[in-house]
């Protein structure tokens, strides 16, 4: 049922395959290059299995022999074996090449063909049997349920239990009907306290043996006081045959009667008295200031009960692990000591929070301390280090990992290369409100300005009051600090706006055709009117484009759908070269949302095949953090797309670019 | 009489000699043993520090892990993305004195600046695989990294000696060694200008570095760099497919003449 099972060596050989179902040697190199990719170069190795196209692939890392395990089988199957089958191949494979790996190294697994295939067999048919033996159980037949064993009085049901007939079965009907007489005198004497507890097994339906055993005891607690009063019930019992049709107490009476509202005040406001009017109760606080807001008060006190809580439960752990660490220590000071979970989970524990306590998103955090466990499960440490030195060392790689860029980062060559086409490069900045598109656009601009591009602003934020003026506020200070005279007669920047309340998209799409490079002047004239005197017929062809064409999107809230649309409308009928989403480095848990919502949004209102999804990060307000730098591990994390700028301030020069090893450096200092 | 004095003082000196005092002739051994170990540890720490090691370069899927195994056996073997670093000793093939270590790095984006900052020291010789069929496509991020590699502190100080291998010419599409030089020189002398004018990183340092590629005012050409840089065609897979060897003669050549 396996599709196929491969073994291979973390630095890339494979070391011995299974061709299972179907498919050429070659089809399993594709999906466990994705998986390689995505889960473990990501750090996502919390959980064992991933889904690519048909298949699904778990997988197992064995850490001191830097071995990885995939079995790859159809999505659709679900096959119980599969975990234990990788446990127990991994124990195999390694006993059974133990020396190779540890005495002959890399040439080892070079060099050695690893006939590994009856092992497998073996395995595989165990495994498969043992999960045919798990199949499900037979029924049992009526003979050996406890029912046929109980005798049919205890079965009638009495009146307190009325719906339960139906439930019950058709053969005890004829005898309930003589029986119920009979027992209609016990359960109507203790019907009143009875009745909640039947309330109570009434809803039970399903808990047939509970109720039989129930009623057993009832009955025979009751049994004696009950045959004193047989007479009184029995008319009762009798009544209880028909079906009576229920009556109304008002039933035959009009409307009118039943009409309680006072007809007379409705509407009129003489009527209504006014009520006794007390400001105090209204308003609250009578010494306060008119018309001042307060500041909103937060009460410290829980944030310390919460961390006495927190405290607690990991001091009794501490004082466990106080004389078992320092053998531990001791230990793994000295000898060959394989990591467990137990040793590092002290650690990792110290570290999440740590880490939380940088601003790293909560599940991030969870998520990134999983993976790293995985990735050092059975590793052995060498001499003189610690385990916490171990963990912080693999923890510190994976954050510089999950930082680099997965994709190229350059605007300015690919700036230079839209220019070479004659195109202008497209940017869209996407983001919640407040976090400083505009003024990160104005950076960005001048920087672009500096290297000799010229800048089209496309205001499309037509909501925010002011958004317009900002941006024409800018355009104006860049050209004094770059004149057109200092660029050739070129103006660097010009800002493109339609004022405000206009669709944003349609905007934008004004913006890239007038950025675009046209030929004024000459026999070729695209749009707009141009006299075709001999003055312009005998100028030379002016080339009238911009480099780059900044679009400048309002801030909106992830969860509000119809802005939400609006934007993913922008950027799929533009196509821009380029979306940046710019997000705050204070964001906290928030970013995650944040994140993941956008992309959401901008993926299921594409058309296209594959969607146009966030490309890049602004990361803005980092002058703000001093070390609780979270964030930025947060946005790379959940979209596995580049930090491409990072804002350090309100002027036009705070504009830098990311360095992993500093960020993760300030993130892990203590 | 000179005698006579001298006698009780060399009756002394005798009976120390014979009867040694432990405590001093304790420190004089421990003395004696901590020089005899650092005189070792400085030769072995000689020896370590230099650079014998061929680091094997280039971006995801180019062919470097399959190289690896043909220099290292000869064989075949079938190869999947590498997560870490393999290394062995090399031994060149007519020389049996001459080996090298060959170390073959992950090429994947985020971990292969990671491997490079470890084994950038101990490199005495730079492999940079190139895949000369993808080479089209992928040309700018080739560049990028081989950008990387060259204005690296480390490197420049070394000036090891750099082959650029062009890899999978077994496929009718792949692109010539002549053709790949001339495109990563223009392209690299796109980036001398992109790159040094990225926004400066955050804590201070440019991300181009400090060091410029080449000349300024001239085109750039890798004759301009400090080191010896070569362009080799090869063939990890060979053209005879899987059970034949490998097309790498080149190669091996040069590494004769590195190790």
Redesign the interface.
């Known amino acids: 049922m396996l599709d196929f099972f491969t073994i291979f060596s973390k630095g890339g050989l494979v070391l011995w395959c299974f061709q299972g179902v179907r498919g050429p040697a070659a089809a399993a190199t594709a999906p466990v290059n994705a998986l390689i990719r995505s889960v473990l170069l990501q750090e996502r190795g919390g959980n064992n299995s991933f889904t690519h196209e048909a298949l699904t692939l778990k997988y197992k890392l064995d850490n001191q022999f830097e071995l990885v395990f995939v079995v790859g089988f159809q999505k659709i199957l679900t096959l119980t074996y599969v975990d234990k089958l990788i446990d127990d191949v991994h124990k195999e494979f390694r006993d059974k090449y133990r020396n190779e790996f540890q005495q002959k190294g890399t040439l080892g697994l070079l060099n050695g063909t690893f006939d590994f295939k009856d092992d497998f067999m073996r395995l595989l048919r165990d495994a498969e049997e043992s999960s045919k033996v798990r199949a499900p159980t037979v029924m049992k037949t009526f003979e050996q349920s406890l029912k046929s064993q109980k005798t049919v009085k205890c079965m009638i049901e009495t009146r307190g239990e009325k719906p339960k007939e139906k439930v019950k079965n058709k053969k005890n009907k004829g005898s309930k009907k003589e029986g119920t007489e009979a027992v209609a005198v016990p359960g109507k004497a203790s019907a009143g306290d009875k009745q909640p507890s039947a309330a109570g097994e009434r809803e039970e339906l399903t808990k047939d043996e509970i109720l039989q055993k129930n009623r057993e005891e009832f009955f025979k607690r009751h049994m004696k006081a009950g045959e004193k009063s047989s007479k009184s019930p029995k008319p009762e019992a009798q009544k209880e045959k028909g079906k009576k049709p229920r009556v109304w107490d008002l039933g035959n009476s009009n409307a009118k009667v039943l009409d309680y509202s006072n007809s007379a005040t409705n509407g009129s406001a003489e009527a209504c008295p006014v009520e006794e009017f007390d400001p105090d109760t209204a308003l609250g606080d009578r010494n306060r200031e008119p018309g001042r807001l307060y500041d909103l008060e937060y009460e410290s006190d829980d944030e310390a009960e919460e961390e006495k809580v927190i405290q607690n439960p990991s001091k009794p752990s501490a004082k466990k692990g106080g004389l078992g660490g320092m053998f531990g220590m001791l230990k793994g000071l000295v000898g060959s000591k394989s990591l467990t979970r137990e040793d590092m989970d002290p650690v990792l524990e110290k570290m999440k929070d740590h880490l939380i306590a940088k601003n790293v998103a909560a599940e991030i955090a969870v998520q990134l301390c999983e993976s790293v466990a995985k990735k050092l499960e059975g590793k052995v440490m060498g001499t003189f280090t610690t385990v916490t030195s171990t963990v912080k060392q693999a923890l510190q790689e994976a954050l510089v990992q999950i930082l680099q860029p997965q994709r190229r980062v350059d605007v300015l060559r690919d700036v230079m290369d839209a220019q070479r086409h004659r195109r202008p490069y497209v940017v869209t900045f996407c983001g919640v409100n407040g976090v400083g598109k505009s003024t990160n656009l104005a950076k960005i601009s001048f920087w672009l300005i500096e290297n000799g591009f010229s800048v089209l602003i496309a205001a499309c934020d037509t909501f925010r009051a002011g958004a317009v003026e900002q941006l024409r506020t800018h355009t104006r200070r860049l050209n004094a600090l770059h004149p057109p005279e200092s660029h050739g007669g070129r103006t660097m920047v010009q800002l493109y706006e339609k004022g405000y309340g206009k669709d944003a998209a349609g905007i934008a799409m004004e913006a890239i055709s007038y950025g675009r490079w046209k030929t004024v002047g000459g026999r070729r004239r695209f749009g707009g009117s141009v006299p075709l005197n001999a003055a312009s017929l005998s100028s030379p062809a002016r080339n009238q484009g911009f480099d780059v064409v900044l679009v400048d999107t309002a801030g909106r809230m992830q969860d509000n759908a119809p802005l939400m649309t609006a934007l993913a409308k922008l950027i799929a009928v533009n196509a821009p070269d380029l979306v940046l989403f710019v997000g705050e480095a204070l964001v906290g848990n928030e970013a995650v949302d944040q994140l993941v919502k956008f992309n959401k949004a901008l993926a299921d209102h594409s058309m296209a095949q594959t969607p146009r999804l966030i490309d890049g990060i602004v990361l803005t307000k980092f002058d703000t953090i001093d070390d609780k730098v979270g964030a930025a591990i947060s946005m790379t994390y959940i979209t596995s797309k580049p930090i491409v700028f990072v804002g350090t301030g309100q002027t036009y020069c705070d504009l830098r670019s990311l360095n992993a090893k500093a960020v993760v450096a300030a993130l892990m200092k203590a | 009489a000179m005698a006579g004095m001298l006698e009780p003082h060399l009756e002394a000196l005798r009976r120390e000699l014979r009867a040694p005092d432990p405590a001093v002739l304790s420190v004089l051994l421990a003395l004696l043993a901590v020089a005899i170990t650092l005189l070792i540890w400085r030769l072995v720490q000689g020896r370590r520090s230099s650079r014998k090691a061929v680091l094997l370069l280039g971006l995801c899927d180019a062919g470097k ?1 399959l190289l690896f ?1 043909r220099l ?2 000869g ?1 075949y ?13 090399y031994r060149v093939s007519n020389d049996k004195s001459a080996n090298v270590t060959l170390i ?1 790095l ?1 090429g ?4 292969r ?2 491997f490079l900052e470890r084994f950038k020291a101990a490199a005495r010789a730079i492999v940079f695989v190139v895949d000369s069929v993808a080479f089209q496509r992928e040309v ?2 080739v560049a ?1 990294f081989l950008y990387q590699v060259l204005v690296d502190s480390t490197v420049l100080k070394n000036a090891p000696a750099l082959l650029i291998a062009c890899n999978k010419q077994d496929v009718t599409m792949a692109k010539s060694a002549k053709l790949i030089q001339q495109q990563l020189e223009k392209e690299l002398n ?2 001398r ?3 040094s ?7 201070g ?1 440019a ?1 181009g570095g400090p060091a410029q590629l080449g000349k300024k005012g001239k085109d750039f050409d890798f004759s301009q760099l400090p080191m010896k840089v070569e362009f080799v065609e090869c063939s990890a897979r060979g053209s005879k497919g899987e059970e034949g060897d490998a097309d790498f003669e080149g190669l091996e050549k040069w590494l004769a003449k590195i190790a």
């Open positions: 892990t195994a290292l056996t064989k073997r079938d190869t999947q993305t590498s997560i870490t670093d393999s290394s062995a000793v073959d992950p994947h984006e985020s971990l600046l990671q700018k991020d990028e796109t980036l200008v992109t790159r004018a990225a926004p400066t990183s955050l804590d340092s991300t």
